[in-house]
């Protein structure tokens, strides 16, 4: 090869390279993204079953069952407007309680979320991502019925 | 006063560092010779940034609690060594710190470097400089490590106790070391696009930074993914974390420099995608900082209120990218490009390398950054995480791992002998173990069962280029190239096995009672209180068997007072076919405990071929240097002989 025609080959096998990666990106991000809704927005319907999503909320105060195994529950997320109710099998994050935010990871079956993966504030200052503005919304809400 | 002077030492040094910008100018310009007092002045400026260092150790090792950084961060009953690893344990503490690794990285090049003409250094010293001021800029602007508080308060607010863990205390700086050893490479491609001599003493001027730089990135990621595995207590080893994809990606872009600078030392050939990879290996270290230190994965609204940082560390990424990509556009163009290959041969092989490596650096990056990108733009929320890539990079990395084993054999400039007839018994080992995952797991998963495949036969492809010549003559390099890609084969086989023989147990079991898990029956003896200087704990006793002999395993349940935290630890049980790993839950009101329990075979195989791609690293390392020190010596010689 001559070096021009060299130079030429490499100039467009990087931009391939590129446009490849763009391309299988989108295609990846299209069909795995997983979305982060609320009880509110699963109740208007925005999700679908079996799509790959996050779900976000406060764990509603006495709605955690433990089922006979004892290591399945059972409990409703709300944000105030809605509830859905989730199913979990494993072992909670250590400040997993009711009355305090979570975020689950997993997919709607029929109507109730199952999660594959709990995510609690690891500690108590750190709140999930997804819940900085619900947390916030919360506070304000409870100040407002004072 | 200590910390007073660690704030001095820091203003020296970005003053020093502003007048070693200037000189750049004037050198590119003028051609002024100013290259010695270039080096002093780099290196007055390296042991600045190390005593300004020094003084934060000493602040944190006292536990001085006037210095707002160590009250914040630190508290007065924690063990030693946390409370000076404490000081990089936090925000201002690293910034230090990489700076520092910044300015001591120049220091170094002045002092030793000799392969470079002056000119190039003093350029690229420069450059060094350059990128340390933005970062003196922001420590002494926006993260001043040194604040004092007054009154000074009794006690600290301690540290978060996932990070005391001696895994995690020196993983940041093993991270940084690689980081900010490619600002090296990044500087060297400045200074010799300034000067326009990019040639094969430059690659080979870069070529132990970046080849130090990998190994401390490969030795990270590995330790930082053991450390995920037996801290996080989720039987996992990646998650596929924007933290984690923070030190992936600067691997990636080295791993494709330390492959194109090869080709550029022994050929002159890939200037300018020398070049290109080393400006894009630095930068994705950038965009690990800046995902890491800016706060906007906690949220891009985190991000928003408190911006000052973020912001800053933005600019500085987009300023330094952009300059050097401005320069690139503007000189790249008017390097010549070097010998000429065919397309079957060693320097097209490295191509494809870099291409394949380039897409999956590609992906990771777009997957990394997307949902910031969405967020900041419509306010939507998402997440990327394993099912995203694990789809998209895994078959790529299967598809590079295969091509692994043709690259090393084919020679440079052209290859004309039928290579692919060597690859004929690694390609049979490969497929017989394709037809036996078929026979003994028919319901094995797709990824698994082809990393089996092409594990098995890079095990022997990987060697090929020991055999058929004396194993003992072939060169150092040669032998860290075929430990490092054996590496790849090891680890490999270590993911796949554990994707697909895992066997995973949760159960409540009551004392006495028997779980189990893959070949092994694990009894949970009793639960009993205990406690550490900073924590107390509930730990379980277990007692694991499979035929012969007793192992005994101890999971805990850590809480910690300040700040309140529970971790679990799970105890962990290595044999030579797996690990047992097992971890302790919650109570249950029936009187008995939450058990997790994993047998995982031949997970350990992870990180071992983790280990062996660094020691391979290491064995290229030190042949480079052996031959470099006997060049020198017979150099010596000569010119004695000479002048004697």
New interface residues.
């Given amino acids: 090869?001559?070096?021009?025609n060299?130079?030429l080959v490499?100039v467009s096998?990087?931009i391939?390279?590129?446009l490849?990666?763009?391309l299988?990106?989108?295609?990846?991000?299209r069909?795995?993204?997983?979305?982060?809704y609320t009880p509110a927005d699963i109740a208007a319907g925005k999700a679908h079953d079996g799509e790959?999503m996050?779900l976000g909320g406060m764990v509603e105060r006495g709605s955690i069952r433990?089922a006979p195994?004892?290591?399945t529950i059972r409990f409703t997320v709300t944000d105030g407007k809605a509830q859905t109710p989730v199913l979990f099998?494993?072992?909670?994050p250590?400040?997993f309680r009711e009355g305090s935010g979570a975020v689950a990871?997993g997919r709607l079956e029929h109507g109730t979320f199952v999660a594959d993966t709990i995510l609690a504030k690891?500690?108590?200052?750190y709140m999930p991502?997804?819940l900085?503005?619900l947390a916030a919304e919360h506070r304000a809400g409870k100040t407002l019925e004072k | 006063m200590i910390a007073e002077a660690g704030l001095a030492a820091l203003w020296l040094a970005a003053g020093l560092a502003a007048l070693q910008f200037l000189f750049m100018f004037v050198e590119v310009r003028r051609n002024a010779a100013l290259a010695r007092p270039m080096r002093s002045i780099a290196v007055v400026q390296g042991v600045l940034t190390i005593v300004a260092f020094a003084m934060l150790l000493i602040v944190f090792a006292r536990s001085d609690m006037s210095v707002k950084l160590v009250f914040e961060n630190s508290s007065a009953v924690k063990p030693f060594v946390y409370k000076v690893a404490g000081a990089w344990g936090n925000h201002e503490g690293s910034m230090l710190m990489w700076v520092t690794i910044l300015s001591a990285a120049g220091a170094f090049v002045a002092l030793f470097s000799r392969r470079t003409s002056e000119r190039t250094l003093v350029a690229a010293l420069g450059a060094q400089a350059a990128l340390a001021l933005g970062f003196y800029a922001f420590l002494l602007i926006a993260s001043n490590p040194f604040a004092r508080l007054w009154p000074a308060p009794i006690d600290g607010q301690g540290m978060n106790p996932l990070l005391q863990d001696p895994g995690l205390a020196f993983h940041p700086p093993t991270l940084y070391l690689g980081y900010v050893g490619l600002s090296v490479a990044f500087s060297l491609a400045v200074g010799a696009l300034l000067t326009g001599e990019v040639d094969s003493r430059l690659a080979r001027a870069m070529r132990p930074w970046v080849l130090g730089a990998w190994i401390l990135l490969t030795l990270g990621i590995t330790a930082g993914s053991y450390w995920a595995y037996y801290e996080l207590g989720w039987g996992g080893y990646w998650f596929w974390d924007p933290v984690e994809n923070a030190s992936l990606m600067p691997w990636l872009a080295a791993t494709a420099l330390l492959h194109s600078i090869n080709v550029l030392a022994a050929r002159g050939a890939l200037k300018a995608w020398t070049m290109m990879l080393a400006v894009i290996a630095f930068s994705m270290s950038m965009v690990g900082t800046f995902l890491v230190r800016s706060g906007i994965l906690t949220s891009v609204h985190a991000f928003a209120i408190d911006p000052q940082r973020g912001t800053f560390l933005l600019a500085l990424l987009a300023i330094y990218v952009g300059a050097a990509f401005v320069l690139f556009a503007w000189r790249g163009a008017t390097l010549k490009e070097g010998a000429p290959f065919e397309l079957v041969s060693r320097e097209s092989g490295l191509v494809v390398n870099n291409l394949l490596l380039t897409v999956v650096l590609g992906v990771v990056f777009v997957g990394t950054l997307y949902p910031l990108f969405v967020e900041a733009v419509s306010g939507e929320k998402l997440s990327v995480g394993a099912p995203y890539f694990n789809a998209v990079a895994g078959p790529l990395a299967l598809i590079l791992a295969a091509l692994v084993g043709i690259g090393p054999l084919l020679a440079w400039r052209r290859e004309g002998r039928p290579v692919l007839r060597q690859l004929q018994v690694p390609a049979l080992v490969g497929v017989v173990a394709l037809v036996i995952t078929i026979i003994i797991a028919p319901t094995m998963h797709i990824l698994p069962r082809l990393g089996f495949t092409v594990g098995i036969y890079l095990l022997g492809a990987s060697i090929l280029p020991l055999v058929r010549r004396n194993p003992l003559r072939a060169p150092l390099a040669t032998w860290g190239m075929v430990l490092a890609h054996f590496g790849i084969a090891v680890a490999l086989l270590g993911m796949a096995a554990n994707a697909a023989f895992t066997s995973e147990r949760l159960a409540v079991a009551q004392p006495g009672e028997i779980l189990n898990v893959g070949p092994w029956q694990v009894q949970l003896q009793d639960v009993t209180p205990t406690a550490g200087k900073n924590w107390t704990a509930v730990e379980a006793e277990l007692h694991a068997t499979r035929g012969a002999g007793i192992v005994t395993l101890k999971p805990q349940s850590r809480y910690f007072t300040d700040p309140p935290t529970e971790t679990s630890e799970s105890a962990i049980q290595t044999f030579w076919n797996g690990q047992l790993y097992t971890v302790i839950g919650k109570p249950d009101p029936s009187g008995g405990w939450q058990l997790r329990l994993w047998w995982k075979p031949f997970v350990t195989l992870i990180w071992a071929g983790g280990a062996l791609i660094a020691l391979g690293g290491a064995l290229a390392m030190l042949g480079r240097l052996w031959r470099l020190r006997r060049r020198r010596e017979a150099g010596a010689e000569w010119r004695k002989a000479r002048y004697a």
């Fill in positions: 090869m001559k070096p021009k060299q130079r490499l096998a990087a391939v390279a590129v490849v990666a763009v299988l990106a989108m295609w990846g991000l069909n795995q993204a997983s979305y982060f790959a996050r433990r195994d004892g290591v099998r494993g072992i909670v250590d400040l990871e690891h500690d108590e200052r991502p997804q900085g503005n």
